[in-house]
């Protein structure tokens, strides 16, 4: 798409809706093709919102009860290869149980599009937030996600559908949403019309490599061990495309249904003379805004750094914003045992981005939240002023699990 309409502001309609429910919406509004479900807390709300629309007659497609995660992963995978728009979801040790469908989606190119609703891995049995079970795809070649609101998992469900399906992406995307403190929170939602939908989002089309008897071609191959590393660099070379195409469509997006969505990597709240900053994803940023308010008021320079994408890693784009403070926070609603430093997932991954500058801040990383444990203000600020104690001290590369039992 090389130029956008915009549409009036005024079709937009406001409703209550859980974050659940506002991926519904954009499935139907994406005019989705085929979508295959299986239960699993804190996910299965999304599959019955999807068909609640479909038995109320707004919405028509192709919805497949699956008998476990891994067939409903195989299901939009073949279904994708076929040309069709496809949408699934899961949670936890569901993510876990269709891993090998997952790998595959992703080394074949096929913009499935997904929702994660972040839940403890089991054992333990916890239906509560960990952001391990997505993190799980990040190395596979998934496109990742974290969204902090309703509003926002609507506008990005719509948007990557965008991204994933552009001719130079065509890898599957995962949208990320905090078990229980956003998938069944309410929020008011702006719901656009579906004539702006199609103003922004094209057909989907494979061209070339959909999979049809008049187009004899082959997905999945099985290669000798002489072409592996060939087919690794293309799919590496192509993650390298994803940013620009990630910025033309939030630009397009915002010129489509004429209102700010922000930056598609990072949001930065009071960031402009921080000289502490804490840094996180999902629901975390509510709370940590709060905390940062607070202390403001007694005259400590913090900002928050809220991590949206996170494959592509925004390696520059986290530079800038951290560049210029002297000390960070980490929070990490993950876990990453024998890590270096012993430290979580996006920690150590702040770390590496931000190794290479000649002046690097203070790195502080708290593992907090797991299970879905509820993060409070004065927990933050009690972060925050461990981190500003490790800058004074010159202390890096302290990791502390926070709200632990003794």
């Known amino acids: 798409m090389t130029q956008v309409e915009a549409a009036p502001k005024a079709i937009e309609r406001e409703e209550l809706l859980t974050g659940c429910e506002a991926v519904a919406q954009a499935v139907m509004l994406a005019d989705v093709d085929v979508i295959a479900a299986y239960p699993i807390r804190p996910y299965t709300e999304v599959m019955d919102a999807v ?89 596979l070649g998934w496109l990742l996600v974290w969204v902090a609101t309703a509003q926002e998992a609507l506008d990005t469900a719509l948007i990557s559908y965008r991204v994933a399906e552009d001719q130079s992406v065509m890898f599957p995307l995962a949208i990320a949403l905090d078990g229980g403190f956003l998938t069944h929170s309410q929020h008011i939602v702006k719901i656009p019309s579906a004539a702006q939908v199609r103003r922004f989002l094209p057909p989907y089309a494979l061209g070339k490599r959909r999979l049809h008897p008049d187009n004899p071609i082959s997905i999945a191959p099985q290669v000798n061990e002489d072409w592996v590393m060939e087919i690794r660099k293309q799919n590496a070379e192509a993650t390298k495309k994803v940013p620009a195409v990630v910025d033309k469509a939030y630009k397009e997006f915002e010129e489509v249904f004429q209102r700010s969505v922000g930056d598609p990597w990072l949001e930065e709240y009071m960031m402009e003379d921080a000289e502490l900053a804490i840094v996180g994803m999902g629901t975390l940023a509510i709370t940590a805004k709060a905390a940062i308010k607070r202390m403001r008021k007694q005259g400590v320079k913090v900002g928050l750094v809220r991590q949206k994408w996170y494959r592509p890693y925004p390696t520059e784009r986290v530079r800038k914003a951290l560049s210029g403070v002297r000390a960070v926070a980490v929070v990490d609603r993950d876990f990453s045992y024998g890590s270096p430093f012993y430290g979580g997932v996006l920690y150590n991954e702040i770390r590496s981005a931000l190794y290479s500058l000649s002046s690097r801040p203070i790195i502080t990383n708290f593992i907090a ?38």
Do not use: C
């Open 369 to 406: 939240g797991l299970g879905g444990r509820e993060i409070s203000i004065a927990e933050i600020m009690k972060m925050l002023e461990l981190t500003e104690k490790a800058k004074r001290e010159d202390n890096r590369d302290q990791v502390m699990w926070m709200g632990v039992r003794e």
């Open 51 to 139: 068909s609640k629309l479909i038995a109320d007659g707004k919405f028509f497609a192709e919805y497949i009860i699956a008998e476990g995660e891994h067939s409903q992963f195989e299901i939009v995978k073949h279904a994708s290869s076929v040309g069709a728009r496809v949408f699934a979801g899961s949670s936890g040790t569901g993510w876990m149980y269709a891993m090998e469908a997952l790998a595959v989606t992703a080394s074949d190119r096929l913009p499935v599009v997904a929702m994660v609703g972040n839940r403890a891995l089991d054992d333990p049995g916890a239906f509560g937030v960990e952001h391990n079970d997505a993190l799980t795809v990040r190395d």
